[in-house]
């Protein structure tokens, strides 16, 4: 007699289960990727951009360090001008000083004093005079005084020395130069 099983044997059970596991474990194999490829995609994405947003922030600092070498530069020029013009108007000073001094000298000068000698030691002038009379080196002083850039017009040592027969005073008048009146 021969025997015919007609309920499903326990091999094609597990040959289905089997099955069914192996769906089931590639499909979360399938899952985790798409997973991991997501969080890469979304980290390379976060990492271009920050990258992107870095060599913008490079070039701005480029820039940046261009701006402040050129108002560097700038800034250097200026110095560099206001020190020509400081020069220049100390140059015009000591061109004007000068002149307007011996000029005023010559027009205080009354007929009787003769000036001798004028010496400068920085802002202080002296001046040897002789005159034929105190009064007229008194009349010479004050005029001095009356200078836009002599300031302290002092009487020094006072002489009368005898010379060819006349009473002649040497004096020394010392002063001192104001030129920013200029």
């Known amino acids: 007699m021969i025997r ?3 309920l499903p044997s326990r ?22 990727l798409i997973v991991l490829m997501t969080v890469r995609y979304t980290a390379q994405q976060e990492y271009l951009a920050a990258a ?3 060599e913008i922030l ?13 108002l560097d530069r700038h800034r250097k020029e200026e110095e ?10 100390r140059l015009e000073k000591g061109r004007r000083g000068p002149v307007r001094l011996l000029d005023d000298l010559a027009r205080a000068k009354p007929k009787r004093v003769w000036l001798t000698q004028l010496s400068e030691d920085g802002q202080k ?20 005084q009356r200078s836009a850039i002599l300031k302290n017009v002092n009487l020094g040592a006072t002489q009368r020395v005898e ?20």
């Not at 091999?11 to 985790?32: F, S």
């Open 4 to 6: 015919i099983n007609l």
């Open 125 to 144: 002038i002296t001046l040897l005079t002789r005159s034929l009379g105190q009064t007229d080196t008194s009349e010479y002083m004050k005029k001095l």
């Open 58 to 70: 490079q070039k701005d600092v480029k820039k940046e360090q261009a701006e402040l070498r050129r």
């Open 163 to 182: 010379e060819s027969g006349l009473s002649v005073y040497n004096t020394d008048i010392t002063a001192v130069l104001d030129y920013s009146g200029l």
């Open 80 to 89: 560099e001008l206001q020190r020509r013009l400081s020069l220049i108007s």
């Open 52 to 54: 992107n947003e870095a």
């Open 11 to 32: 091999d094609k059970e597990l040959r289905d289960m089997a099955i069914r596991q192996l769906a089931t474990i590639l499909a979360l194999v399938v899952l985790v």
